[in-house]
């Protein structure tokens, strides 16, 4: 089971103890998480391919045969998690720079606005 925060309080929780099953040998202290312990087996997987495509938008729309603002979506939501930070509901300006340069229509920029909006 993989728990990264406090199922009451939603913090992070700290790692304070590791095990080996295989010695039987215990240590106790504090521990941190690798900031990839937060991510999703998808994301994961997100990750490998942007990486494989030398962080190309254009060949992961091909590969996964998803659109611009959809690429761009999950990418930012990686990015929370890495950060450990909300992106400001009221901040748009990414979308309205993809907008400017032609890689997302109107109606696809009201869309992520309203998306972003109601998260």
């Known amino acids: 089971m993989e728990l990264t925060s406090c199922p009451i309080c939603k913090k992070e929780l700290v790692i304070r103890e590791l095990y080996c099953p ?9 521990f941190t998480n ?7 087996p998808a994301q994961l997987e997100f990750i490998r391919l942007f990486i494989t495509v030398g962080g190309n938008i254009k ?4 590969r996964l045969g998803i659109s611009y603002p959809t690429v ?4 930012a939501e990686i990015i929370k998690v890495i950060a450990r930070e909300e992106p400001s509901p009221t ?3 990414d979308i309205f720079s993809d ?3 032609g890689f997302i229509s109107v109606e ?5 606005i309203d998306t972003r909006r109601k998260s």
């Open 91 to 93: 901040d748009f300006s």
């Open 72 to 75: 761009k979506n999950r990418l």
């Open 22 to 30: 295989a010695c039987e040998v215990g240590f106790t202290g504090t």
């Open 108 to 112: 696809e920029a009201i869309n992520m």
């Open 34 to 40: 690798s900031w990839l312990t937060g991510l999703k």
């Open 59 to 62: 060949e992961m729309e091909k």
């Open 99 to 101: 907008l400017e340069q």
